[in-house]
């Protein structure tokens, strides 16, 4: 049945109305989150708060066992499903950059858009850098191209790579997951707590 | 641990252990049993050979008719401008149409009619294809046999006939004299070129990313 665009049960048109309700979504959840709060947010990097490891983890381990059921009960096609291209160069250097960023500023880009909706005066400095880095890039792009095409590997997946089924990967990354949300909370006790 | 978790926790994990389990991509775009059987009980599955015939001389480009016995039987005799798709090579392993075959099936806007020296082999690819969610199929009610004995040897009506039998005679008559049938001048028929394939529209797919 699904993706039920691409399958046709919804007509393309809708894309844009469809995003703007995701997205709306999307924000209220990061607003929800606590993720307007560039101190929450860099509280990963000093180990005083991992909100940012426990949302985004527990997105992607829903999202996935999500999926594996519904490809099972027939609901989604996971062979239609869009797969980002891997370019290892830029995913590296980008990462460095982007990681950057991140601890200096204390926003991602999704949610320094959610900063600036309630109103923070440094999610609003932050997005006019995104704002001048997107210019800046954009200038500078012909210098750049190599390393942004660069390691380029097409629409691969760990289950590929490795020769492992969907379900055992699904399976690990669980437990991986949990794993990682309890070191983080004897880490979150071993630091000082920061008043937020 | 906070106890709000708890539950959450164990759904995930419980989940996680299911994913092991389950088997890997069962999803087919196969059409439902029940859906199945409403449509073979359709009697509008089935074309006549007359139908076929008046295709075939009118040369509609928007009819394949496809062969569904075997490469020689294919060879000794075939309709014009038919396509040999054997039904023994129909499927490959993995279930799914075989590649050489699958720019001629499910064009949209094409109907397709299988034939065969009966109705069997020709209902046998008709219901794989349909269940494999192919639209637009029909089978050529009575084969090749039927074919010879309407189209190629027909057999005046009785004089008490109604007049719409005479008209099929008449019909059946001049399409007997085109595919050079008994009693008709042999001629050599114009074989038409194979359709060539044409790219089914790729499905969309979605992009975007964070």
């Known amino acids: 049945m699904g993706p039920l665009i691409a399958n046709g049960y919804i007509d393309p048109a809708w894309n844009n109305v469809i995003a703007l309700l995701v997205g709306i979504a999307f924000g209220y959840i990061l607003e929800a989150s606590g993720f307007s709060s560039s ?24 999202a996935m066992i999500g999926l594996i059921y519904f490809s099972y009960m027939g609901w989604i096609d996971l062979g239609e499903i869009f797969i980002l291209p891997t370019f290892m160069t830029s995913i590296i250097v980008g990462g460095i950059i982007m990681g950057l960023g991140f601890v200096l ?21 932050f997005t ?32 590929e790579t490795f020769g492992i089924s969907r379900g055992l990967f699904a399976f690990l990354f669980v437990i991986a997951t949990l794993m990682a949300f309890f070191v983080a909370s004897i880490v979150k006790k071993k630091v000082k707590n920061i008043e937020l | 641990m906070n106890k709000t978790y708890f539950f959450p926790i164990v759904l995930i994990v419980i989940l996680g252990i299911g994913a092991l389990f389950l088997p890997e991509s069962t999803y087919t775009e196969e059409v439902s049993p029940d859906q199945l059987f409403l449509e073979i009980n359709d009697p509008s599955r089935f074309v006549t050979t007359e139908q076929v015939a008046r295709a075939i001389i009118e040369g509609d480009p928007t009819i394949l008719i496809v062969d569904t016995r075997s490469s020689d039987q294919y060879k000794a005799f075939y309709l014009p401008g038919s396509v040999n798709i054997p039904l023994e090579e129909l499927v490959d392993s993995t279930g799914k149409i075989n590649e050489k075959w699958e720019n001629y099936l499910g064009i949209e806007g094409m109907y397709t009619a299988f034939y065969s020296n009966g109705d069997v082999c020709a209902d046998q690819v008709w219901v794989l294809c349909t269940r494999l969610g192919i639209k637009n199929l029909f089978v050529m009610k009575g084969g090749l046999n039927y074919w010879v004995e309407t ?11 109604p007049s719409e039998e005479f ?15 008994g009693g008709a001048i042999e001629v050599e028929t114009q074989i038409a070129e194979p359709i060539t394939p044409i790219r089914k529209k790729k499905k969309r797919v979605i992009s975007g990313g964070c």
């Open chain 2, 151 to 161: 189209i190629l040897r027909p057999k005046p009506p009785a004089q008490t006939a």
């Open chain 1, 105 to 125: 500023g204390g926003y991602c880009p999704g949610t320094s858009f959610t900063g600036v909706a309630i109103g923070k005066l440094d999610a609003v400095f």
């Open chain 2, 167 to 181: 008209a099929l005679y008449d019909f059946r008559k001049g399409a007997s004299m085109y595919f050079g049938g």
């Open chain 1, 128 to 159: 006019g850098g995104l704002y001048l880095g997107i210019f800046i890039f954009s200038m500078i792009f012909p210098w750049v191209e190599k390393i942004y095409y660069g390691g380029e590997q097409g629409p691969v997946t760990v289950m």
């Open chain 1, 39 to 62: 101190r929450k947010l860099a509280g990963v990097f000093y180990g005083y708060d991992f909100v940012v490891l426990r949302v985004f983890m527990t997105a992607v381990m829903v």
